[in-house]
């Protein structure tokens, strides 16, 4: 049992009882003392001349006190001999309390240098003269100005059914507090990515008709990506939200509940009094009974702190100055810092948009929003796509090589008009060439047929296929070996007149 000073009044019931005729154990019965106490301060009393059929009159003050002081060990400071020993070690045990080792550990190392005193008293010492186990001050910080801030915290609710997983999962809620009026508003969700939280604050602004003008939030990732006592990192995403809403992000410090007090403590009162016991069918049936929880139940309560209904304060003083609420959904970006590959290509949330061939090798930043893709390079707007499907592509012929587009986007009217400025006859050729099912599959001819022009000139690739669209010869092997032999001017031989031979086994038709 651990040690407890016993009281003056407590002493004087323990004699009186014995004085009326009760036992040892009767008087530790009901004056809750240990026996073994009950006994010693019933011999000191004896021991003092108080006799038991002499009445309760004999409990005088002075009495008591000579009995105290026969029970009660000297302590000239108020301590016993275990406090004493470990007086001259006061500096050595403060430097451990203060490097944060725990009491058993300061306990053993005492014990290695011969100071072995009880637990309790170890306790009570650092306690009291080593700033072991204190708590910081704190001070309530006032509410502010109606229709101003409000603060933000996610919180653990439990297990829930999900039809789309097929199992049970942790069930989260985005709790949204008026700091002013106390008036609330739950939103749960089973993940914490930026979109999720940025649906919560949707639905919010939704909820009490105005957006606040400050937020308080926790430093959940979605929204704090590095976090500082003074200068945090915010997500980028969530930067833009704040922007396109009007707020101000004013976002808690890392392990100091004490910046968002109003919504901490409304955390388990949501999860006692929303989810506790309850059965839901589902995500949307728990939402919806959510708000109805925060309109009724949290909102009509007497608030212990306020004294006044939180739904009726908020309605009446802080719901006429809060900013609009918005009117159209937000419309979420996604932003990626991909590296231009060789193919002059950037991924953006999987689909392929063109940027200019100066920048390979270089990362850029990429905003996408449900209509156009925005690339920046060194803070400047380089290129606007419009947005493509997964597996799209977007290519601008500008950004490609000079005379590389036309083969990368499989342009042939581009490539027939590029053949044609080498002569009539070359265009003419290009376009029989191309006159095909999948005329991508001659491109690679027709740029021999242009390379032939480089090389041999365009008067003689001019005339030679000039003579053979004449006899109608579609082969650009053909055109090379003329320029080659020189005999682009010789006229080429008619093509030979085909032969039909009679079957062998034909079969002579018989009249029916």
Request: net charge positive; glycine share 8%; aromatic share 8%.
């Amino acid at each position: 049992m651990a040690f407890r000073e016993v009281a003056m009044f407590e002493i004087r019931e323990v004699l009186r009882l014995w004085l009326g005729g009760e036992g040892v154990r009767s008087i530790a019965r009901l004056a809750q003392l240990d026996r073994k106490t009950v006994r010693r301060y019933v011999a000191a009393a004896e021991a003092a001349g108080v006799v038991r059929g002499g009445g309760v009159d004999q409990l005088s003050d002075a009495l008591i006190g000579v009995v105290c002081d026969k029970v009660r060990p000297a302590r000239p400071g108020g301590h016993g001999v275990a406090w004493e020993a470990l007086v001259p070690h006061e500096e050595l045990i403060r430097g451990w309390v203060n490097r944060e080792l725990r009491l058993t550990k300061i306990a053993e190392l005492l014990a290695r240098r011969g100071v072995a005193v009880p637990y309790r008293t170890l306790h009570r010492f650092a306690v009291e003269r080593c700033g072991f186990g204190q708590r910081h001050l704190t001070v309530r910080v006032a509410d502010g100005e109606p229709g101003v801030e409000c603060q933000v915290d996610f919180g653990r609710m439990g297990l829930l059914f999900d039809p789309v997983a097929g199992r049970r999962r942790v069930l989260g809620a985005l709790i949204v507090t008026a700091v002013y009026s106390r008036h609330c508003f739950v939103w749960l969700t089973f993940r914490q990515r930026l979109v999720d939280v940025i649906d919560g604050f949707e639905a919010a602004w939704l909820f009490f008709g105005g957006v606040f003008r400050v937020v308080i939030p926790d430093c959940v990732k979605a929204i704090v990506v590095e976090a500082d006592d003074v200068n945090p990192r915010f997500n980028e995403g969530f930067v833009e939200y704040a922007q396109s809403r009007g707020f101000v992000v004013d976002p808690a410090r890392v392990r100091h509940p004490r910046d968002k007090p109003r919504v901490e403590r409304m955390v388990s009162y949501v999860r006692g009094s929303f989810f506790g016991g309850e059965d839901f069918v589902d995500l949307a049936d728990a939402q919806r009974r959510a708000e109805q929880w925060c309109r009724v139940t949290a909102g009509l309560r007497l608030h212990g702190t306020t004294q006044r209904r939180p739904v009726e304060v908020f309605a009446a003083e802080e719901a006429p100055l809060l900013l609009p609420a918005p009117e159209l959904p937000y419309d979420l970006p996604i932003y990626a810092h991909p590296k231009v590959h060789r193919d002059h290509h950037v991924e953006v949330a999987k689909a392929l948009y063109s940027v200019p061939g100066q920048l390979i090798g270089h990362h850029v930043e990429a905003r996408a929003d449900s209509q156009l893709v925005k690339i920046f390079w060194r803070g400047g707007l380089i290129k606007v796509h419009p947005r493509q499907p997964p597996g799209g592509r977007c290519t601008d012929p500008a950004d490609l090589p000079t005379g590389r587009d036309v083969y990368a986007l499989r342009d042939i009217a581009s490539l027939t008009r590029q053949a044609g400025l080498v002569g009539a006859s070359v265009g003419e050729y290009a376009r029989q060439l191309l006159d095909v099912e999948l005329p991508w599959t001659r491109m690679r001819q027709v740029y021999r047929l242009l390379g032939l022009a480089r090389r041999f000139g365009d008067d003689r690739v001019e005339t030679a296929c000039a003579q053979a669209l004449a006899v109608d010869v579609i082969d650009v092997g053909l055109i090379a070996r003329i320029l080659e032999r020189g005999r682009e001017h010789a006229e080429l031989p008619p093509l030979p007149v085909a032969q039909v031979l009679p079957l062998r086994f034909a079969r002579h038709e018989v009249a029916r």
